[in-house]
């Protein structure tokens, strides 16, 4: 890396935080602090891109700009505008940003209480929370067609929507319980599923396979998890033992975000006693979705005409057989009928989730 490969803002007096970056890395997303009064810090949003560097005003009227993130194409910031007043409460409002102007995302009656957390690549599915200073907050999706209030299970109490794929088909959230804070993932096909495990901030991948998040256990050390339709919710830090990465002197793994094809995980440990970031590579999407070849989160066709060619060679062992024998689905040395009818169930179901 060169002096010319990096860039540092000083435009503003204050502290300034950069939060997310565009697809093609040229656009960043970030949050500066410009005063103090009324016993709340007051933001704008900045987008910085090559050369420039713009900022993301609030509304008149004392509205405060607390972008959270960034669409893939760069085009939309998405967050949260925020009242700042002498006495509390302080509402708040889900918000978007194109072209620098900020604007309120649609509430619901007696629901104005709302924020959002993420956005598809294109900005047009946005999650995150409705509520009110007397109702406890509920995942929402905003569409063009509308605002959506997920329907959650009896038990839970409140929920957050944190993340959407890239689509927008797949949405990873937050519920509270009586007993614990839980991770959900949701489709429009399958509805809220509420996974057994405990976390208070969950990514989905852009795909919509592989969903990660972090939780604080009983023993107060921050903690992260990986989940997958096949493996299930398991520690990140025993995933990564498991899949023979050297751990020695560290404690634990708290995830921050994931690659698009879910193979690659950013975070940060804990290493004799010091914070450190990490990268978790070269994770295997066809071990997540078995029957997903490609790794394109769904199993068509073209996953159809890959087991094919794998049925017709019959044996892993044959130097004609795809590397990995990734068709074997049993995991007996063959792909053979009992493989195709596990390929055909996959294939019925259509997504990994």
């Known amino acids: 890396m060169t002096s010319s490969d990096w860039e540092w803002s000083r435009a503003w007096p204050n502290s300034e935080l950069a939060l997310d970056v565009s697809g093609d890395g040229r656009i960043v997303l970030g949050r500066t602090y410009i005063a103090y009064i009324a016993n709340?810090?007051?933001t704008i949003g900045l987008l910085w891109s090559i050369g420039n560097i713009e900022p993301l005003f609030g509304l008149s009227g004392g509205w405060f700009a607390m972008p959270e993130t960034l669409s893939s194409d760069g085009s939309t910031a998405v967050g949260t505008l925020r009242f700042y007043s002498p006495t509390p409460p302080t509402p708040?409002?889900?918000?978007?940003w194109t072209q620098g102007q900020g604007g309120f995302l649609p509430a619901l009656a007696g629901l104005t209480e709302t924020r959002a957390t993420a956005c598809s690549h294109y900005a047009d599915v946005i999650v995150g929370s409705v509520g009110s200073f007397t109702q406890l907050d509920r995942p929402a999706i905003w569409r063009r067609s509308g605002i959506e209030i997920l329907t959650l299970p009896p038990?839970?109490?409140?929920?957050?929507?944190?993340?959407?794929?890239?689509?927008?088909?797949?949405?990873a959230g937050a519920v509270?319980?009586?007993?614990?804070?839980?991770?959900?993932?949701y489709s429009s096909t399958q509805g809220v599923r509420v996974i057994s495990g405990y976390a208070f901030r969950t990514v989905i991948s852009g795909n919509g396979a592989v969903m990660i998040g972090?939780?604080?256990?009983?023993?107060?050390?921050?903690?992260?998890?990986?989940?997958?339709?096949?493996?299930?919710?398991?520690?990140?830090?025993?995933?990564?033992?498991?899949?023979?990465?050297?751990?020695?002197?560290?404690?634990?793994?708290?995830?921050?975000?994931?690659?698009?094809?879910?193979?690659?995980?950013?975070?940060?440990?804990?290493?004799?006693?010091?914070?450190?970031?990490?990268?978790?590579?070269?994770?295997?999407?066809?071990?997540?979705?078995?029957?997903d070849l490609n790794a394109d989160s769904v199993v068509d066709d073209a996953d159809?005409?890959?087991?094919?060619?794998?049925?017709?060679?019959?044996?892993?062992?044959?130097?004609?057989?795809a590397v990995g024998c990734p068709s074997d689905l049993n995991g007996?040395?063959?792909?053979?009928?009992?493989?195709?009818?596990?390929?055909?169930?996959?294939?019925?179901a259509l997504r990994c989730l």
């Open 304 to 321: 159809f005409v890959i087991f094919v060619a794998a049925y017709d060679t019959l044996l892993c062992a044959s130097e004609t057989m």
């Open 214 to 291: 972090m939780f604080d256990p009983p023993s107060g050390t921050r903690r992260g998890f990986i989940w997958t339709p096949r493996m299930g919710y398991m520690d990140l830090y025993e995933y990564a033992l498991a899949a023979g990465v050297d751990l020695s002197y560290i404690k634990s793994m708290v995830p921050v975000d994931i690659s698009h094809d879910g193979t690659s995980i950013a975070g940060y440990l804990t290493h004799n006693g010091g914070i450190r970031a990490f990268r978790l590579s070269q994770l295997r999407p066809w071990d997540l979705c078995p029957a």
């Open 155 to 171: 038990d839970a109490i409140s929920g957050v929507a944190t993340s959407v794929s890239g689509d927008g088909s797949v949405v």
């Open 332 to 348: 007996d040395a063959a792909v053979d009928d009992v493989d195709f009818v596990l390929f055909a169930n996959a294939y019925d």
């Open 92 to 96: 708040t409002r889900a918000a978007t």
């Open 40 to 42: 709340a810090s007051q």
């Open 176 to 185: 509270t319980t009586s007993t614990a804070v839980k991770p959900f993932i």
